[in-house]
Antibody
Framework: QVQLQESGPGLVKPSQTLSLTCTVSGGSLGSGGYCWNWIRQPPGKGLEWIGCMTNSGTTYYHPSLRSRVAISADTSTNQFSLNLNSVTAADTAVYYC??????WGQGTLVTVSS | EIVLTQSPGTLSLSPGERATLSCRASQSVNSASLAWYQQKPGQAPRLLLYGTSNRATGIPDRFTGSGSGTDFTLTISRLEPEDFAVYYCQQYGRPPFTFGPGTKVDIK
């Protein structure tokens, strides 16, 4: 059974960089034709796809975030990461990592505030 | 970018009733790349259907999906108490892999 777990700071100051890590267990980042995703959900709102990385290292990003976002992976630790720079209050959300649509982390709330 | 629109925004029904949820795309979506999710408060979304009509493991057969091109439908044949939730469609055929805004199914 594949399991994913997000980790990272719950509070980030405006203009700084939001950094989260997703640890994958029960499956390998380096195998299978999957896209490893980051998705977020502002409080009380809907889901927003941020981007994903394939096991070959190809990345796809939402156009509205492309200038600020980077997804990377470390197959040696079976983790993939999200970096979102120049954050504002609008980036406050629950951030999820997911493998395709089937396996999701529980989500982690990140608040952007001084 | 493919924009997904879901209707209605809220659907108020009673247990045992039939729910019909719509997802409309701004461009044609490969029917192999359309999914539906259910989300309850405080929980991560749960995959219900993928490839328009294929139920994920453990999803009861009262959930059915249909559609093609730009129009897709999720039908819940008889609502059970645990089905009252928010439902999202997502296309994953062409990046960005966009979600619809959701339909809330609540108890009438």
């Amino acid at each position: 059974q594949v399991q994913l777990q997000e980790s990272g700071p719950g509070l980030v100051k405006p203009s700084q960089t939001l950094s989260l890590t997703c640890t994958v267990s029960g499956g390998s980042l380096g195998s299978g034709g999957y896209c490893w995703n980051w998705i977020r959900q502002p409080p009380g709102k809907g889901l927003e796809w941020i981007g994903c990385m394939t096991n070959s290292g190809t990345t796809y990003y939402h156009p509205s975030l492309r200038s600020r976002v980077a997804i990377s992976a470390d197959t040696s630790t079976n983790q993939f990461s999200l970096n979102l720079n120049s954050v504002t209050a609008a980036d406050t959300a629950v951030y999820y990592c997911a493998r395709d649509g089937l396996y999701w982390g529980q989500g982690t709330l990140v608040t952007v505030s001084s | 970018e493919i924009v997904l629109t879901q209707s209605p925004g809220t659907l108020s029904l009673s247990p045992g009733e039939r729910a019909t949820l719509s997802c409309r795309a701004s461009q044609s979506v490969n029917s192999a790349s359309l999914a539906w999710y259910q989300q309850k408060p405080g929980q991560a979304p749960r995959l219900l259907l993928y490839g328009t009509s294929n139920r994920a493991t453990g999803i009861p057969d009262r959930f059915t999906g249909s559609g093609s091109g730009t129009d897709f439908t999720l039908t819940i044949s008889r609502l059970e108490p645990e089905d009252f939730a928010v439902y999202y469609c997502q296309q994953y055929g062409r990046p960005p892999f966009t979600f619809g805004p959701g339909t809330k199914v609540d108890i009438k």
